[in-house]
Nanobody, 115 residues
């Protein structure tokens, strides 16, 4: 049974930081590309960061320079470090695994940026 479990969300003030984690089980984590998406109320889910099995990273323009993505294959976990958070970063954040057209999603974790 495949499970992706996100954690680390919460309420943070503008300019603050959070680190999200996504722990995977039931997949060969090291060969999967891993991504973070987010969905704000009334908006479509958007891809914000991706890390390939080989460690190559990509970011959406909206988070470039503020967010970083990393992975620990031994722990089967992908991380999203979010710095300089803005109100517009408020959303539910999801992680996704992908390998050869087989993809799985986590349940999401809420991030709220507000003073």
């Amino acid at each position: 049974q495949v499970q992706l479990v996100e954690s680390g969300g919460g309420l943070v003030q503008p300019g603050g930081s959070l680190r999200l984690s996504c722990a995977a089980s039931g997949i060969r984590f090291s060969i999967n590309d891993m991504s973070w998406y987010r969905q704000a109320p009334g908006k479509q889910r958007e891809l914000i960061a991706r890390i390939t099995a080989g460690g190559k990273t990509n970011f959406a323009d909206s988070v470039k320079g503020r967010f970083t993505i990393s992975r620990d294959n031994a722990k089967k976990t992908v991380y999203l470090q979010m710095n300089s958070l803005k109100a517009e970063d408020t959303a539910v954040y999801y992680c996704k695994s992908w390998f050869r057209s087989s993809e799985f999603w986590g349940q999401g974790t809420q991030v709220t940026v507000s003073s």
